[in-house]
C-alpha cells in the first residue's frame, strides 16, 4: 500500500523517536523508571459510517483494554481524519486515543496488538493506528 506524501512524513517524524541513541537505556531516567507508552488510535465509526456507540466503547474499553492493562491508562476525545486505502476517499470522523504506560516486554506488546485486532473485528475497522515511543516515567 502507497501512503500519500503528508501521511509518510508524519509517520516518518513520530519514529524518529523510536531510534536509538547509543548507551540510551535505564540509566538514562535517573531516579525515574524506564517504560513504554503507547497511543492507539480508534476511529468511531464504523467502515460504512455507523456511529460507535458510548456504550459499546464503554464495554469495549472495560472488557478489552482495563482487562489487559489493569494499571491504568488514559482515554482522550479526538477527531480525526486519514485517507481510505480502499476507497481512496478522505474520512473525518470522531476518534479516542487510549494512552497506556507499560513495560517493555512481549506481554505487553502482545496485549496492544490482541487490542487493535479485537478493535478491527469488533467494530469493522481498517485499522488502529498505534505509536510506542520509550519514556521516563515516576509517580
Sequence with gaps: MKLPASVAILIG???TGCASTPGAGAADCGAMHSAQRSELFFGMT?????VIS?????????NSVTA??????SV???RGQWRNPESG????QPAR???IIHPDDAKSDASLEALREDYKARFDQISVLRVTQRVCMAF
Excluded at 46 to 50: L, T
Excluded at 68 to 73: Q, S, V
Excluded at 89 to 92: A, D, K, P, Q, T
Design 13 to 15: 517524524a513520530l519514529l
Design 46 to 50: 464504523h467502515r460504512r459510517g455507523a
Design 54 to 62: 458510548e456504550t459499546d466503547w464503554d464495554e469495549f474499553l472495560a
Design 68 to 73: 489487559r492493562f489493569p494499571d491504568g491508562l
Design 76 to 78: 482522550m476525545e479526538a
Design 89 to 92: 476517499r478522505l474520512v473525518r
Design 97 to 99: 486515543v487510549l494512552v
